[in-house]
């Protein structure tokens, strides 16, 4: 079972991600290849594989859902898209999503959807990961992943709009979502029979 989350820049994909992998142990990260550096947190060759341009280059061949965004080129190794058995968890950018969607499993897809995209700056300038100037590329391009997400309602499984006032509850209503699937999930145990 693949799960993912989809959300504009600064949207909290990143923090909802770390919170579902820490409350349910049997999801997995599935490990994104990019050209941007590692962030605090991800861990080479498990949870992200940052790689020179030139060898990002040399291995496209390799890659999946290759996407230029602001701050790097990013893809899946195909390996790692097949998924087998497990319960996984990646974020897809929305274009992604759509493109995955249409040629492979199903994700049970959710979307975190500010409705004011103003406190995503402060978010991201508060990471310190990203240049001014690939903040400003970031917060041009929210809108219109926003409006992308609300024309393809029919990918998601869960929709949370959310303000700054409220996005404190994200994590509590996604987590509970999650845990509504994993436990109708058959255990390995009870599929035998």
């Known amino acids: 079972m693949l ?3 989809t959300a504009p820049s600064g949207g909290g994909k990143e923090f909802l991600k770390k919170a579902l992998l820490k409350r349910f142990p049997q999801l997995s990260e599935l490990c994104w290849t990019t050209t941007r550096s590692l962030r605090h947190g991800e861990i080479q060759g498990v949870t992200r594989e940052s790689v020179t341009p030139d060898e990002f280059a040399a291995i496209k061949d390799e890659l999946e ?4 965004l602001p701050g790097g080129s990013y893809g899946i190794r195909r390996k790692f ?21 249409a040629t492979g499993p199903h994700p049970i897809a959710i979307a975190l959807v500010p409705r004011d995209v103003s406190f995503l ?73």
Not at 65 to 68: A, D, H, I, N, P
Not at 81 to 101: A, C, K, P, Q, V
């Open 65 to 68: 859902l290759v996407q230029e």
């Open 81 to 101: 898209l097949e998924l087998g058995s497990g319960n996984f968890l990646t974020e897809f950018h929305i274009e992604n999503l759509m493109r995955f969607s």
């Open 121 to 193: 700056s402060e978010r991201l300038e508060r990471r310190k990961t990203e240049s001014p100037a690939e903040i400003a590329a970031r917060l041009k391009a929210a809108p219109m992943e926003i409006e992308l997400i609300c024309q393809n309602r029919s990918l998601f499984s869960l929709i949370v709009e959310f303000t700054k006032e409220d996005e404190d509850t994200v994590v509590g209503r996604v987590c509970e979502f999650v845990g509504q699937i994993l436990e109708r999930q058959p255990t390995a145990a009870t599929s035998s029979i």
């Open 3 to 5: 799960f993912s989350i």
